[in-house]
């Protein structure tokens, strides 16, 4: 059985491995890194035995749910979460990648996994020799960076999975930020997720209950895109080009950097240079006159208007995508505190949401901020989690058990600075065989939402210690005016109107009382005692 496996690892590598050969182009250097891929498929062999056989052996004669299960279950998932860490960093590029995916999937895959991996993926990429930012130079440019520009510091600013960014000039004296790929990423990319397919396939053949394939199918389809820095200047247009037309009232807070088309390629990404803090710097951003929270509701307003109007949404909103400077030119102040402008960075993973799926999304928020039960299970029904799942995809869209999200009172499904994540834990270690499946049905974009939704709860927990009874409204108002827009775009008669224009009404009062609430709410705060 294992020699089996092992020649049919080795014909899909040197399949692989012929297949970059053949569309590279360049094939000289794609056969020197498909010399690598034994060595890499191996290693992905070896990971994949020694995690299933860790499992069959710590489980073994246990009966699932007692106590001594899962504590076998949790050390074996520590144990195979640090092999899977090492096994992304040791092969890099689209490894990396993926691992990052995991860092961003709480309470989808187990806990050990989202834990191991954040605390690494974003702190420990890859780093290019300068010899090789040259190569990548002068193979798409024809010329040196000192050349292409007045001053280029050999040293980066910052390395990413996928490339790294270096501060240069312009010969016109404009500061810019120049991003440059990881050389021969392409190449290796078409290598990497073939064995990381292998990999997937082998672990849920082995074990049938764990079914991440379509995270491999998202990693399949995403990677090209990312590796078009031409197509990623491109969204970044696009995005803010949305918020003009769709979104007028917030587009002035939104800002992505000015590109340098001139001096960009497929691979070299030429940007205006931002002197900006970090989102989740909170004490960077008190310090330029800005309040976290302001920042906080600033991003749960631009992401609501991308998701539920937009239908063209950012899918990498984690801390280091995000900066944040005082509105330009902007004399206004409340209480003292400037307001804010959200600088959107890699723009590389976008995803667009059809119409019916943005609507029924929409209808899906609106009903989970209103606590609406009925309306909660008919729009997940329509996005394909099934009316026995419901509840479930409920839960991890909020991080709140079923009883919190149909709980009427305004604040349900805030989530704290002493909100006890153990029961969220528990809840997903136990459903896990029920979260796979409901990843199985639903389709990929909403997989993706989930992603966005667990980067953003991240950044809001950074800003003000969990996700405010603010975001939720902001979230709530939002969807409502989209879904409102729909049925607009809908009626057929008088009466239509009437009945739209009475639901309009009634949700303004709705939303009259949360403020009200939220207020009585901030003044307890204050008060002493």
Same mark, same amino acid.
Request: proline share 5%; net charge neutral; hydrophobic share 45%.
């Given at each position: 059985?294992?020699?089996?496996?092992?020649?049919?690892?080795?014909?899909?590598?040197?399949?692989?491995?012929?297949?970059?050969?053949?569309?590279?182009?360049?094939?000289?250097?794609?056969?020197?890194?498909?010399?690598?891929?034994?060595?890499?498929?191996?290693?992905?062999?070896?990971?994949?035995?020694?995690?299933?056989?860790?499992?069959?052996?710590?489980?073994?004669?246990?009966?699932?749910?007692?106590?001594?299960?899962?504590?076998?279950?949790?050390?074996?998932?520590?144990?195979?979460?640090?092999?899977?860490?090492?096994?992304?960093?040791?092969?890099?590029?689209?490894?990396?990648?993926?691992?990052?995916?995991?860092?961003?999937?709480?309470?989808?895959?187990?806990?050990?996994?989202?834990?191991?991996?954040?605390?690494?993926?974003?702190?420990?990429?890859?780093?290019?020799?300068?010899?090789?930012?040259?190569?990548?130079?002068?193979?798409?440019?024809?010329?040196?960076?000192?050349?292409?520009?007045?001053?280029?510091?050999?040293?980066?600013?910052?390395?990413?999975?996928?490339?790294?960014?270096?501060?240069?000039?312009?010969?016109?004296?404009?500061?810019?930020?120049?991003?440059?790929?990881?050389?021969?990423?392409?190449?290796?990319?078409?290598?990497?997720?073939?064995?990381?397919?292998?990999?997937?396939?082998?672990?849920?053949?082995?074990?049938?209950?764990?079914?991440?394939?379509?995270?491999?199918?998202?990693?399949?389809?995403?990677?090209?895109?990312?590796?078009?820095?031409?197509?990623?200047?491109?969204?970044?247009?696009?995005?803010?080009?949305?918020?003009?037309?769709?979104?007028?009232?917030?587009?002035?807070?939104?800002?992505?950097?000015?590109?340098?088309?001139?001096?960009?390629?497929?691979?070299?990404?030429?940007?205006?240079?931002?002197?900006?803090?970090?989102?989740?710097?909170?004490?960077?951003?008190?310090?330029?006159?800005?309040?976290?929270?302001?920042?906080?509701?600033?991003?749960?307003?631009?992401?609501?208007?991308?998701?539920?109007?937009?239908?063209?949404?950012?899918?990498?909103?984690?801390?280091?995508?995000?900066?944040?400077?005082?509105?330009?030119?902007?004399?206004?102040?409340?209480?003292?505190?400037?307001?804010?402008?959200?600088?959107?960075?890699?723009?590389?993973?976008?995803?667009?949401?059809?119409?019916?799926?943005?609507?029924?999304? /929409?209808?899906?928020?609106?009903?989970?901020? %209103?606590? +609406?039960?009925?309306? !909660?299970?008919?729009?997940? #029904?329509? &996005?394909? @989690?099934?009316?026995?799942?419901?509840?479930?995809?409920?839960?991890?869209?909020?991080?709140?058990?079923?009883?919190?999200?149909?709980?009427?009172?305004?604040?349900?499904?805030?989530?704290?600075?002493?909100?006890?994540?153990?029961?969220?834990?528990?809840?997903?270690?136990?459903?896990?065989?029920?979260?796979?499946?409901?990843?199985?049905?639903?389709?990929?974009?909403?997989?993706?939402?989930?992603?966005?939704?667990?980067?953003?709860?991240?950044?809001?927990?950074?800003?003000?210690?969990?996700?405010?009874?603010?975001?939720?409204?902001?979230?709530?108002?939002?969807?409502?005016?989209?879904?409102?827009? /729909?049925?607009?775009?809908?009626?057929?008669? %008088?009466? +239509?109107?009437?009945? !739209?224009?009475?639901?309009? #009404?009634? &949700?303004? @009062?709705?939303?009259?009382?949360?403020?009200?609430?939220?207020?009585?709410?901030?003044?307890?705060?204050?008060?002493?005692?």
């Amino acid at each position: 059985m294992w020699r089996r496996a092992a020649t049919a690892a080795l014909s899909l590598g040197a399949g692989a491995g012929a297949v970059a050969v053949a569309t590279s182009e360049d094939p000289a250097a794609t056969l020197k890194v498909c010399a690598h891929l034994p060595p890499r498929l191996l290693r992905d062999s070896v990971t994949a035995a020694t995690v299933a056989f860790d499992y069959k052996w710590s489980l073994w004669g246990l009966e699932p749910g007692t106590p001594a299960w899962q504590s076998a279950r949790h050390h074996a998932h520590l144990r195979s979460a640090n092999r899977l860490q090492e096994l992304c960093f040791r092969n890099g590029g689209i490894y990396i990648k993926l691992g990052q995916h995991i860092a961003q999937l709480e309470y989808v895959v187990p806990e050990e996994y989202v834990q191991t991996m954040r605390e690494s993926m974003l702190k420990r990429c890859p780093v290019s020799s300068y010899e090789q930012v040259r190569g990548v130079f002068a193979k798409d440019l024809g010329e040196s960076p000192e050349t292409v520009f007045a001053e280029f510091d050999p040293v980066p600013l910052a390395s990413a999975s996928l490339a790294q960014v270096h501060a240069a000039r312009t010969h016109d004296g404009q500061k810019v930020a120049v991003k440059v790929q990881h050389d021969h990423l392409r190449d290796t990319g078409v290598v990497d997720i073939a064995t990381v397919d292998l990999l997937v396939n082998a672990l849920h053949y082995i074990f049938p209950t764990f079914d991440y394939r379509w995270l491999v199918d998202e990693v399949r389809e995403s990677a090209p895109k990312e590796l078009d820095f031409l197509n990623e200047a491109k969204n970044s247009e696009k995005c803010l080009d949305n918020f003009r037309r769709l979104s007028p009232q917030v587009a002035g807070s939104i800002y992505a950097p000015k590109v340098y088309w001139n001096l960009s390629t497929s691979r070299i990404l030429t940007m205006e240079f931002m002197d900006a803090k970090e989102v989740t710097d909170v004490d960077g951003i008190k310090s330029i006159g800005v309040h976290p929270v302001d920042v906080s509701n600033l991003v749960s307003k631009a992401f609501a208007e991308m998701i539920f109007k937009h239908g063209f949404v950012h899918c990498d909103p984690h801390a280091a995508n995000m900066m944040v400077q005082p509105m330009p030119q902007d004399s206004r102040k409340l209480f003292g505190w400037k307001r804010p402008q959200l600088v959107l960075l890699d723009h590389g993973l976008y995803k667009e949401l059809d119409y019916n799926t943005r609507i029924n999304y /929409a209808s899906l928020w609106k009903a989970l901020v %209103f606590a +609406d039960a009925k309306a !909660i299970k008919e729009n997940s #029904v329509k &996005l394909g @989690a099934g009316e026995d799942l419901h509840a479930l995809f409920a839960g991890v869209l909020t991080m709140r058990p079923w009883k919190r999200v149909i709980d009427p009172s305004p604040d349900h499904l805030v989530l704290g600075k002493n909100t006890d994540y153990s029961e969220l834990q528990n809840y997903a270690s136990l459903y896990f065989t029920e979260i796979s499946e409901l990843l199985r049905r639903l389709p990929r974009v909403i997989l993706l939402m989930l992603k966005t939704n667990d980067c953003l709860r991240a950044v809001n927990h950074a800003l003000v210690g969990g996700t405010s009874l603010e975001s939720f409204m902001i979230i709530g108002r939002v969807s409502s005016e989209a879904v409102l827009e /729909a049925k607009r775009m809908n009626r057929r008669s %008088f009466l +239509d109107g009437l009945v !739209i224009w009475l639901e309009e #009404v009634l &949700l303004e @009062a709705r939303f009259f009382s949360l403020k009200l609430m939220l207020c009585v709410m901030q003044l307890r705060k204050l008060l002493p005692g």
